[in-house]
C-alpha cells in the first residue's frame, strides 16, 4: 500500500515540497529524478529507497521484529487521506471543529479583555469620587475590593472572597470562569456603574439597580434568536 502511493507523482511532489520545509539536506534533485518516472508503468518507489536517494527525513524505515514504516504527522495525514476517503472527511470534519474552537476562545478572550478596559474606567471613577485622599493604600484597595463585589453580586450572586471559599481548587477569580455573554454584561455594568458613582447615588442603590440591569441583559444575550454565537 504504500509502494503504491509512494509512486504516485502527486505523492512525490507533497513530500518533495515537505522536505524542502523542513530539511536543509533533502536532495531535490534526485526527488525530481523521481518525479519524472511517476507514473510510467514500470516505475517503482520504496520507502526506503526515497529515504536513501533524497536523504528524506520525513519517513523513517526500521527492520527487524518491531520494524515499520513511520512518518511524520503531516505525511501521515496525507498518506491517510489518500487512501481513505473516510478518513480525509473525518480530518476536515475536525479541522473545522478546532477552528470554530479557536474563534470561541478569540471571541471569550476579547469579551474578557473588553471588560479589564472598562473595569479601568470603573475604578477611575472610584478613585475620583469615593476615595479621600487620606485614605492610605490599604483602605484604598478595601474601596476597590467592595465596589468590585457590588459589580460581582449584581452579576453573580456572590462576592469575590464567597466564590474563592467555594472554588478552592481554582486559579483565578470568577471572571476568569465567566461565559461571554456574561463579560458582555458586565463590560456593560462596569460603566454603568462608573455613570452612577459619578452622579452620587449610594452604593444600596446602584446595587438595586445592576442587578435589575444584570438580570435584564443576560435575559436578552440568551434568548435573542441569532445570537447563540454568543454562548
Not at 477611575?124 to 478595601?142: C, G, R, S, V
Request: hydrophobic letters at 40%.
Amino acid at each position: 500500500m504504500i509502494k503504491n502511493w509512494i509512486r504516485n507523482r502527486y505523492a512525490i511532489e507533497f513530500l518533495s515540497v515537505w522536505e524542502q520545509i523542513n530539511n536543509p539536506f533533502f536532495k531535490v534533485v534526485e526527488s525530481d529524478h523521481f518525479k519524472m518516472q511517476a507514473g510510467l508503468t514500470n516505475f517503482v518507489l520504496s520507502a526506503s529507497e526515497w529515504i536513501e536517494k533524497t536523504n528524506a527525513v520525513g519517513i523513517i524505515v526500521k527492520k527487524g521484529k518491531y520494524g515499520g514504516t513511520y512518518a511524520h504527522k503531516d505525511i501521515a495525514f496525507e498518506f491517510g487521506s489518500a487512501i481513505s476517503v473516510s478518513f480525509k472527511l473525518y480530518l476536515i470534519t475536525e479541522f473545522q471543529r478546532l477552528k470554530e474552537e479557536e474563534q470561541k476562545q478569540i471571541g471569550w478572550s476579547a469579551k474578557r479583555e473588553l471588560a479589564k478596559i472598562n473595569y479601568r474606567i470603573h475604578t477611575d471613577a472610584i478613585k475620583h469620587n469615593l476615595i479621600p485622599q487620606e485614605l492610605t493604600l490599604q483602605q484604598t484597595a478595601l474601596v476597590y475590593a467592595n465596589e468590585a463585589d457590588v459589580l460581582n453580586v449584581a452579576l453573580f450572586g456572590i462576592t469575590a472572597k464567597e466564590w474563592r471559599e467555594q472554588n478552592p481548587d481554582l486559579k483565578g477569580n470568577m471572571r476568569d470562569y465567566a461565559t461571554i455573554n456574561e463579560l458582555i454584561c458586565l463590560s456593560n455594568m462596569e460603566n454603568l456603574n462608573a455613570v452612577l458613582i459619578d452622579e452620587n447615588i449610594p452604593q444600596s442603590e446602584r446595587l438595586i439597580k445592576l442587578n435589575r440591569i444584570a438580570i435584564q441583559q443576560m435575559s436578552i444575550l440568551e434568548n435573542v434568536e441569532g445570537r447563540e454565537f454568543l454562548k
